[in-house]
């Protein structure tokens, strides 16, 4: 058979016997589960697209025979492997070949939610009752009374019982095929060998998520001969893993598969909404009225004030005018509601220190945000606040000017309370003239460039919050 | 009888029996029995065949579990005592796969993007070539997953939310094994959770990005910034003997620059890159100019891809003999030695005449840079020294500084991870009488101001901090 090595040069570099012999014990029921597998990629002739996955536990070398692609997993993470081969190839045909530690205990998460998936890869499923690598410890599947040596008394309830996978798997939406097998007789060997064939004629089909369950003898930590492992599969195992098809959609639809990736330049830089248009710059130099070289703002309100895309404006219209911009908001656990606060730096080649806890220039939306950031104003900085909320003003550093605008009010004569922000950002400009009044409406319109139907608004927003300024002024 | 003769009857090698006897029960003609001699090559005791009664029904032989145990007898040109002969000729064929090169195709000259810190990974890793994420939501580094799930369909390429941040790293590890370039975005206790999958990775040879948004620490700790995991990205992948390249990006722009350059170096060592952001960088929108060029990724020939090409590669981190682990960490020493000569990476400021150098990374650099020239404009010659790699710590660098300087402020928030980075690489070059070092460390997810920075280094040096 082509799909096992003629040598097995990965068992122990193929020297003497084992370069054809497996490492497993006599009687062992992987060594079958492994010759119908490859039976089956044979017929269905896909070796040269099979990926195969080995597992934690006695098939761990189950890449030493397979003459396929082979990947080693941790620990129960093979379907999670299998994943990440399947989405990186989608045509290529993915097993994950699993025993009951590794599939049913360390990794019930990897498979449960692959199988919920329905990713089209086939699982090889094989339960025997007992940990074999490690030294026949208790399985997730070991039968209650039976023995083990973590079980010297053998299984009890303070174990728990055995998990039926098959059961369990069959019972989720994803798996389009699941069926428990055993070994133990002929009849039994004729529908494994199907059984497993059909799992992986369902990908090759592109039909979806497959497992088969193969109740197999571990004569040497059942301690055993083989035969009496066989029997005592088909008397005790079979009486509590049912054996038979759990699953069996019938005609499932193809499923969707990924596509190929794309690589072209023009794409991406529209799928990031790049663009090689410059932004108009009205500034003729760095607003330098302020600080020489680097400017601190900060915003500050309850969450749906609008701080953090009044900054964000801020920010965006410092880098049109061809100035380095930062924006950092506060993040507390909760998502919305709470407080928002932002700080902004525009600085002539280089914002050094983002944060600014010491703004030149603080815009307030409510009366803590004013009474926890006014007094962190330098001398001689700007306060612009919602006066239709705020009525105290705190104690303020010399020469700090702070100007009380209705923002509330103007947006709800407006008619939508969401402006309230952009009616500070015209307060904001009347106040400072940081930038020229067309850098700051130039970021807003860019901002809404999706949603050019609120432009107008925004712009009365704008000049409404200018006015009441130059009101408050005069 | 002629049409009995013409199934081929069982042959058995006797050194390939293990005599398990699963063939016996299924000869309805009782030609098997349990054998009675132990085989000298094996020591085990084969089954005896006595084919008079055979009909070559073949169920003894899809009974037999060994794949070189009984096989159906393949005519008379064989030889009984070569099993290569005797089992056919095989599919030799195959032509080994040949690497495909990247390739670099020209972006067009695009405007500066004003993105955060997040995004301009995310935007990193499109531009890298990346198609695939896989990952788990964890504050503070979901808003870049987020992005890459709402732009990669776009790409055609593969957004999965996985079950874990263990089944997450795995499913990296599949896809990079099958030789494409995967990513995913996590925070520090979903960092914790990846490291057993990293340790894999590394022993497998397989390339991956891990950005790390750093938060406060230990256990659940805050979602606020911190510098928590210079120690597990630079000491502790996994168990076993690992190292990965670890980068520390300061700005949105050098999020997106570091995150193409990790791509570059996990391909180019076959290992995994961490980039190690803080909460803070992940959320700073700043200005971002782009490279022009994006990649294309080619197929690396060792790939596990699911075709003939490739068919007889192995992902595997076992090495079962004793003398072949060895052999496989001599390898993997090699490449540690080779990245640690060629990928180490700092920023330097001010330091040509420093007297006191400042050390610092992520936005703790940032700040350091701002109190270097508060510090010079009250007359101390500050410099700053960021490294851009913590692992490899970028020592070619700073060894010449540190005859020069007469102190070393390290600015971090954390307790020391930087620092001992940093004291370990200076122990390593040999130089065992440095410069004093002081710190300037915060936790909890508050990080060291200008401000404060600039008072504890006039601190350090005797001098009032009032203005």
């Known amino acids: 058979m082509n799909v096992f090595y003629d040598k097995f040069e990965r068992h122990d570099h193929g020297e003497g016997l084992k370069g054809q012999a497996t490492h497993y014990c006599a009687g062992c029921g992987h060594g079958l589960a492994h010759k119908y597998l490859a039976e089956a990629i044979e017929e269905l002739g896909v070796q040269d697209r099979t990926v195969a996955v080995s597992p934690v536990g006695c098939s761990v070398f189950l890449y030493y025979y397979f003459n396929v692609g082979n990947t080693q997993a941790a620990h129960g993470r093979a379907p999670a492997v299998a994943i990440g081969q399947k989405t990186a190839n989608p045509d290529s045909i993915v097993i994950s070949y699993q025993g009951d530690g590794d599939l049913a205990s360390i990794g019930l998460a990897e498979i449960v939610s692959t199988a919920q998936m329905g990713i089209p890869i086939s699982v090889v499923f094989v339960n025997n009752a007992i940990y074999g690598m490690t030294g026949g410890q208790l399985a997730p599947t070991t039968l209650m009374g039976q023995k083990t040596s973590t079980t010297p008394e053998g299984r009890n309830e303070f174990f728990g019982t055995p998990i039926r996978m098959a059961e369990l798997i069959a019972g989720l939406d994803g798996p389009v095929y699941v069926e428990r097998v055993a070994l133990y007789d002929a009849k039994q060997r004729v529908r494994a060998k199907k059984a497993i064939t059909k799992a992986l004629k369902l990908q090759v089909e592109n039909k979806g998520f497959a497992f088969v369950e193969v109740l197999a003898e571990c004569p040497t930590h059942l301690g055993m001969n083989p035969s009496d ?37 023009a794409h991406l830089m ?113 306060i612009v606040y919602d006066s239709s909320v705020i009525v105290d003003v705190p104690a303020l550093a010399k020469g700090v000017k702070a100007i009380g605008v209705p923002m509330t009010r103007i947006a709800s004569e407006l008619g939508r309370l969401v402006v ?22 130039t970021a807003i319109r860019q901002a809404l460039k999706s949603k050019c139907a609120m432009i107008p608004l925004n712009e009365e927003a704008f000049a409404r919050g200018s006015q009441a300024v130059r009101n408050h002024e005069s | 009888m002629s049409t009995v003769r013409e199934r081929p009857k069982p042959l058995l090698l006797p050194q390939f029996c293990k005599g398990c006897g699963r063939c016996i029960e299924s000869c309805a003609k009782h030609c098997i029995t349990v054998g009675t001699e132990i085989n000298p090559a094996t020591g085990l005791v084969p089954v005896h065949l006595d084919l008079e009664q055979c009909n070559g029904c073949g169920l003894c032989i899809s009974a037999c579990p060994e794949p070189y145990g009984l096989r159906a007898e393949p005519g008379k040109d064989f030889v009984l005592e070569d099993p290569k002969a005797l089992f056919g000729p095989r599919d030799k064929a195959r032509e080994a796969a040949r690497s495909i090169p990247d390739e670099r195709l020209p972006l067009p000259l695009v405007e500066p993007l004003v993105v955060k810190g997040t995004y301009a990974a995310a935007i990193g890793a499109l531009i890298a070539g990346c198609r695939h994420f896989y990952g788990y939501p964890i504050t503070p580094s979901t808003e870049g997953a987020e992005l890459m799930a709402k732009l990669l369909p776009k790409l055609q390429g593969v957004f999965m939310q996985a079950v874990s941040e263990t089944a997450a790293v795995n499913m990296m590890y599949g896809c990079g094994g099958a030789g494409l370039r995967a990513t995913t975005f996590t925070s520090s206790p979903g960092f914790s959770l990846m490291l057993e999958g990293i ?37 502790g992948l996994g168990h076993g003997n690992t190292h990965a390249v670890v980068l520390a990006p300061s700005t949105p722009q050098e999020m997106l620059d570091l995150t193409i350059l990790a791509f570059d170096i996990a391909f180019r060592y076959r290992n995994p890159v961490v980039i190690l952001g803080d909460g803070y960088l992940g959320q700073m929108t700043g200005t971002v100019r782009l490279p022009d060029f994006v990649v294309k990724p080619g197929l690396p020939d060792w790939a596990v891809w699911g075709d003939k090409g490739h068919r007889e590669n192995l992902n595997c981190s ?90 070393i402020v390290v600015v971090e928030a954390s ?53």
């Open chain 2, 415 to 467: 307790n020391g991870q930087l620092e001992d980075e940093m004291r370990l690489a200076i122990s390593h070059a040999g130089v065992h009488a440095p410069p004093v070092i002081n710190s300037v460390r915060r936790f909890g997810g508050i990080l060291p101001q200008q401000r404060e920075i600039v008072e504890r280094v006039l601190g350090f040096e005797g001098k009032e901090a009032a203005a």
């Open chain 2, 318 to 407: 076992i090495f079962l003999s004793e003398s072949d682990l060895e052999a496989h960490n001599t390898h993997l020493n090699a490449k540690y030695a080779a990245m640690t000569a060629a990928e180490q990476r700092a920023d330097l400021f001010e330091t040509d005449d420093a007297d006191v150098l400042l050390v610092a990374c992520n936005t703790p650099g940032r700040m350091a840079k701002g109190a270097v020239r508060d510090l010079r404009a009250r007359g101390i010659k500050a410099g700053l020294f960021r490294p851009m790699t913590l692992w490899p710590f970028p020592i070619d660098a700073l060894k010449p500084m540190l005859e020069r300087v007469r102190r």
């Open chain 2, 199 to 235: 340790s894999y990775m590394i022993g497998a040879e397989l390339p991956a990005v891990f950005l790390n948004v750093m938060r406060g620490g230990p256990g659940l700790g805050n979602i606020a910034p911190e510098q928590s995991d210079i120690k597990l990205a630079c000491r």
């Open chain 1, 420 to 441: 309230k922000n952009v009616v500070a950002l015209g307060a904001l400009q009347a106040a400072t003239s940081l930038f020229p009044e067309e850098t700051v409406l």
């Open chain 1, 229 to 265: 492992a066989e029997k005592w599969v088909k008397e005790k195992m079979t009486a509590v893993f049912p054996l038979g098809i759990k699953k069996d959609v019938e005609n499932p639809p193809d499923h969707a598969k990924p596509g190929t990736p794309e690589f072209n330049p």
């Open chain 1, 270 to 382: 529209e799928v990031f909404e790049g663009t090689t248009e410059k932004a108009p710059r009205f500034c003729n130099e760095f607003p330098s009225g302020w600080a020489t070289d680097d400017i601190a703002l900060k915003f500050a309100g309850a969450g749906g004030d609008g701080a953090q895309t009044a900054a964000l404006l801020v920010a965006r219209a410092g880098i049109n005018e061809g100035y380095d911009a930062t924006h950092i908001p506060s993040y507390g656990p909760e998502s919305r509601g709470g407080t928002s606060y932002a700080d902004v730096h525009i600085a002539r080649t280089e914002v050094l220190s983002p944060a600014s806890p010491s703004p030149h220039i603080l815009v307030a939306f409510n009366a803590p945000s004013l009474a926890r950031f006014g007094p962190t104003v330098v001398p001689g900085g700007t």
